[in-house]
């Protein structure tokens, strides 16, 4: 079955750095789309950045120019770079992706910027 899991988050200062990465299984990892989105408490889940099966990316405004998303179909897996993270950033990311019209989540993982 299809399983994506994150891993990566942490607590860091403002203006650090963090990379994320979602590894995938349970299809056939570079024939599909990913995404990370994120969740602070109290809002809703928002998506962050997305890269197609033929690494097309897009990101959330809020985002671009600091994070960077890419994936490394050798070995399933998906990054999320972010710089420059701001206490806004702070949310549960999650890894996303839709196979065989069905919505697959990860369990996420916590980033907390914070000094």
């Known amino acids: 079955q299809v399983q994506l899991v994150e891993s990566g988050g942490g607590l860091v200062q403002p203006g650090g750095s963090l990379r994320l990465s979602c590894a995938a299984s349970?299809?056939?990892?570079?024939?599909?789309?990913m995404s990370w989105y994120r969740q602070a408490p109290g809002k809703e889940r928002e998506l962050v950045a997305g890269?197609?099966?033929?690494?097309?990316?897009n990101y959330a405004d809020s985002v671009k120019g600091r994070f960077t998303i890419s994936r490394d179909n050798a070995k399933n897996t998906v990054y999320l770079q972010m710089n420059s993270l701001k206490p806004e950033d702070t949310a549960v990311y999650y890894c996303?992706?839709?196979?065989?019209?069905?919505?697959?989540w990860g369990q996420g993982t916590q980033v907390t910027v914070s000094s």
């Open positions: 890269i197609s099966r033929v690494d097309s990316t």
């Open positions: 996303y992706t839709v196979f065989m019209f069905k919505s697959y």
């Open positions: 349970g299809f056939t990892f570079s024939g599909y789309a």
